[in-house]
């Protein structure tokens, strides 16, 4: 078997994943969304990215053998910010934009992970871990708050390489009178009667976002576990903080072994942001009738570990290539059979190197014509393109589509003899408007009439027809 090969940000060298915290098991966290509001589309490159990672463990190890944990960030300043510009409750806020986010993740062929948990159920393990780190003499109280003291954790800074002097330049580190130094982080702050807080030996307050990740991470996968993921804007000062807090409170653990980031995404070669008018959200694409299978496929052309640049053309490039797909699992594969076969070696040994999914999308792209049909079937599924429901429906709208279209073949070629007789054409042209506007291609030779199913064909617009 070829071992799983990632590349470990930490290191910046290319590792076997070698499970050995749990034996027989693989154990992953990754870092989830802050919920007020829709994901935007750079919200939703790390929930495809890991989920093509956990498809592939699960496929390795078994379905049973695979831990994932992305979680929820329940509380949050944001949040607190959205409650009182909208005088909406907190809880209300947040239940909704979960249901959102599962609703929009789904829709782009993302598999729920084995735990979800909401940083709000986790409070008493954040208070407990906070406590230890105080005992240890890694974290101060202090007016109300709890600092961790980066001064204490000499390892600080080997997640993103840079010394603490060069953290400090380039970040903003906000200086404050309860800090004994200025790049020690929150663990701790009060919380006014208006905020959400919690009762803790340091008084009613709420939890820093940092110890979050730490304490739901070691409730839900112990204190080493295989692989980190998320965002490269999380590395700094996020991850790094997690590391702190994780190995300074288990230092008999290893806290995470591979640490995987995804690259950012882009919109037409720029930065994506409001103040450029190129910002979207998963809904909005999807709202606009793109497919989600098509957004993953355009997310998975490129390689993770390299930025993402979103393209209409790229978009078009793939409905195209997925609707040729279709169209050849609909003339060709048997589904039932399809769906036993084994995912395709070419596919599995192009994740296994580094999750390379610009290489497994050329590997489906090599399964042409009718002989691999069935293959090309059962590896967008595994590929999580579609489900096997999904993908059974969509083959029989298409040759539902197909049979309308070969009884509406009959019907124009009565319609043009007829017309060469009367010379009047008025129902040829009717009837080749509305095959033009369901997306068929419509020719009309002495050898007779061939009509066509072509991209975004559309069968509901022939209903009535027959
Ligand atoms: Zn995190």
Known sequence: MVEIRLRD?????????????????????????????????GNARPAVVFDVLYRLLRHVYGPDAVTYVRNFTDVDD????????????????????????LGDMAALGVREPTHMPRATAYIGQMIAMIAALIAKGHAYAADGHVLFSVASYPDYGQLSGRSVDDMIAGA????????RDPMDFVLW??????LPGWDSPWGRGRPGWHIECSAMAHELLGESFDIHGGGNDLMFPHHENEIAQSCCAHPEGKFARIWMHNEMLQVEGKKMSKSLG????VRDLLDQGIPGEVIRFVFLSTHYS???????????????RLFRYVQNIADYADLDTAMDLAPEQTVLDALKDDLNTHEALKALGDM???ADAAKLARNLVFLGFFTETTLRARVDDYKKGVQMLAALERRLSLLRDDAMQSKDFTAV????ARLTLAHVSVQMTKAGVRLRPEMDFDPAKLEGLL
């Not at 910046?12 to 829709?38: F, N, Q, S, W």
């Not at 702050?189 to 208006?194: A, E, I, L, N, R």
């Not at 190129?278 to 959200?281: A, L, R, V």
Request: proline fraction near 8%; aromatic fraction near 8%.
């Open 78 to 101: 944001k949040i607190n910010a959205r409650a009182a510009e909208t005088g909406r409750p907190i809880a209300e806020i947040t239940e909704e934009t979960i249901g959102w986010y």
């Open 429 to 432: 042209d009717q009837l080749k």
């Open 368 to 370: 042409d014509g009718a």
């Open 306 to 320: 390299k930025p993402m640049d979103w393209t209409q053309e790229k978009a078009v490039e793939a409905a195209a």
């Open 278 to 281: 190129n910002f979207f959200t």
């Open 189 to 194: 702050k009060p919380s006014t009667d208006d």
């Open 9 to 41: 940000s930490r290191t910046k060298r290319v590792v076997p994943l070698e499970p050995t915290a749990h034996p027989g098991r693989v154990a992953m966290y990754v870092c989830g969304p802050t919920v007020y509001d829709r994901a935007h589309l």
């Open 172 to 179: 903003r580190v906000e200086v404050a009178p309860y800090k």
